[in-house]
C-alpha cells in the first residue's frame, strides 16, 4: 500500500463548479498534513496546511480525519486558473525533520 | 514568504558530464534541505536529506557516489550528479524547512536536466 495515495484523476469539470479531491495516508503517527499545488513543469507551492478542525482560505476548504486517516480538499466555484495537479503531503512519521511524502497528484482540469 | 532559489533552471549537457544545481534558501536559514526528483507523470520522489555541517541522508536505492550534496551554511545545499547519463534526465528540485516542526517546505524553481 503506498503511503499517501490520491485519485489521479483527472477532474474534469466546468467553470464554477465545486469539486473534492480525496487522500489517504498509512501512516498513523504523521503529524502534518499540507496540499501542495504543481503546474505543469513546475515546482510544487504550498495551497494550505491541513488542521485536524479543518480551514478554509477562501474558496479552498481543507479537512482532516485522523480517525480514518483521510485528507480532503474542497474547491468551490472552480476558475479556469485552478487547472493543475493537487498534491497530497504528509510529514512521515511525524518526523521533526519535516521530510514529507507525497501523493501522486490529481489532476484537475476546469474547463470554460 | 519564504524563497528558495533553484540554480540553474534548466541543462543539457552530454553523457559523463558532471552538473552541479544550488539550492538556496534567500530570507531565512534553512537547517534542513531536501533533494527530490521527479520523473514525467509521476510524482515527487525523495533523494535525500541535506542537514547543514553534516553528511546528508540518502535514500534507500539513491546511490550516494552519484548524487553528492554538500550542504555547506544554512542557506545554501548543491547537488552534483557525476558522470551523468541519459537515465539521469528528469526535474530535480530543492526544498528548504527551519526545522521546525510541522512546518511546510519551500520549493525551488526546479531543474530540467537533460542528458544527451
Known amino acids: 500500500r503506498k503511503e499517501v495515495e490520491q485519485d489521479p484523476g483527472p477532474f474534469n469539470v466546468p467553470e464554477g463548479a465545486t469539486v473534492a479531491f480525496n487522500c489517504t495516508y498509512s501512516?498513523?503517527?504523521?503529524?502534518?498534513f499540507f496540499w501542495y499545488r504543481q503546474d505543469c513543469r513546475k515546482e510544487p507551492k504550498l495551497l494550505m496546511s491541513?488542521?485536524?478542525s479543518g480551514n478554509e482560505d477562501g474558496r479552498f476548504t481543507a479537512q482532516l480525519n485522523r480517525a480514518s486517516q483521510y485528507i480532503s480538499l474542497l474547491i468551490r466555484d472552480s476558475k479556469l486558473s485552478d487547472s493543475a495537479t493537487y498534491l497530497c503531503v504528509v510529514n512521515w512519521r511525524g518526523s521533526n525533520t519535516g521530510k514529507l511524502i507525497f501523493g501522486q497528484g490529481t489532476t484537475l482540469q476546469v474547463k470554460p | 514568504g519564504a524563497v528558495v532559489s533553484q540554480h540553474p533552471s534548466w541543462v543539457i549537457c552530454k553523457s559523463g558530464t558532471s552538473v552541479k544545481i544550488e539550492c538556496r534558501s534567500l530570507d531565512f536559514q534553512a537547517t534542513t534541505m531536501f533533494w527530490y526528483r521527479q520523473f514525467p507523470k509521476q510524482s515527487l520522489m525523495l533523494m535525500a536529506t541535506?542537514?547543514?555541517?553534516?553528511?546528508?541522508?540518502?535514500e534507500q536505492g539513491v546511490e550516494k557516489d552519484k548524487f553528492l550534496i554538500n550542504h555547506a551554511s544554512l542557506t545554501l545545499s548543491t547537488l552534483t550528479v557525476t558522470s551523468a547519463h541519459p537515465e539521469d534526465s528528469s526535474f530535480y528540485i530543492c526544498?528548504?524547512?527551519?526545522?521546525?516542526?510541522?512546518?511546510?517546505?519551500?520549493f525551488g524553481d526546479g531543474t530540467r536536466l537533460s542528458i544527451l
Open positions: 526544498s528548504a524547512s527551519t526545522g521546525a516542526p510541522g512546518q511546510p517546505q519551500h
Open positions: 541535506s542537514n547543514e555541517g553534516s553528511k546528508a541522508t540518502y
Open positions: 501512516n498513523s503517527a504523521s503529524q502534518s
Open positions: 491541513v488542521y485536524s
